[in-house]
């Protein structure tokens, strides 16, 4: 028991939001969030539950496209070490010169306060400024980061206050940068026959 002890003492639960990585030329939220999954499994780090994808407000007229921001839930004992390495990825990949202003948000507990899951209620379907994200950021004295103007604080901060009743999962796949460009060789009713045959357990896929 004392052993376990000292090892709960010296972990930390670590939750970070990030939002708005891309531009309508280039870049994915998701595809960001997939190479720092990539860098924390290399790491050894403990997920405390799959990376999520909650997407927000779809009447957002700035939205690049699905208004979609990610959590990642992880338990680490060297969260500055971590959140130096994510705030590198964020800032390295970032499409920040199409237009991408992202937003980083760190936070260390087990227990997510309600502040949190109040700010993302209103997201799911009311315009949030800016300035009501950073003073947000400001007033629960909350680890963050951001480039541009800093709307990605705003999905950020409500990806980590998302209280999750239900879900679905969704399968991502991307393209070798060789392929960039090129047509996609997919067979239409190839994807129409995969809905139809496995409806509902999989939709929305064409």
């Not at 991408?100 to 700010?119: C, D, M, R, W, Y």
């Not at 950073?134 to 980061?145: A, L, M, P, R, Y």
């Amino acid at each position: 028991m004392k052993s376990k002890s000292i090892l709960l003492e010296n972990e930390t639960i670590l939750h970070i939001g990030i939002d708005d990585t891309d531009s309508p030329k280039g870049m994915c939220t998701t595809f960001l969030s997939y190479k720092i999954v990539k860098f924390l499994e290399k790491e050894k780090i403990q997920f405390v539950d799959f990376p999520s994808l909650i997407r927000f407000n779809p009447n957002i007229p700035w939205k690049t496209r699905g208004n979609g921001a990610v959590r990642l839930i992880i338990k680490t004992k060297n969260p500055k070490k971590i959140k130096n390495k994510i705030t590198q990825f964020v800032a390295n990949y970032s499409d920040t010169k199409n237009g991408a202003n992202p937003g980083l948000v760190f936070f260390q507990n087990k227990e997510i306060p309600t502040s949190f899951h109040n700010f993302s209620k209103l997201a799911l379907w009311k315009l949030i400024s800016r300035k009501q994200a950073k003073q947000f950021v400001s007033e629960n004295n909350i680890d963050s980061f951001y480039l541009g103007n800093g709307q990605g604080l705003v999905g950020a901060i409500s990806a980590v206050g998302y209280k999750f009743f239900d879900h679905t999962f969704e399968l991502l796949c991307y393209r070798k940068k060789s392929q960039f460009g090129k047509r996609r060789c997919i067979s239409r009713d190839s994807v129409k026959k995969m809905q139809s045959t496995t409806f509902p357990e999989t939709f929305s896929s064409y």
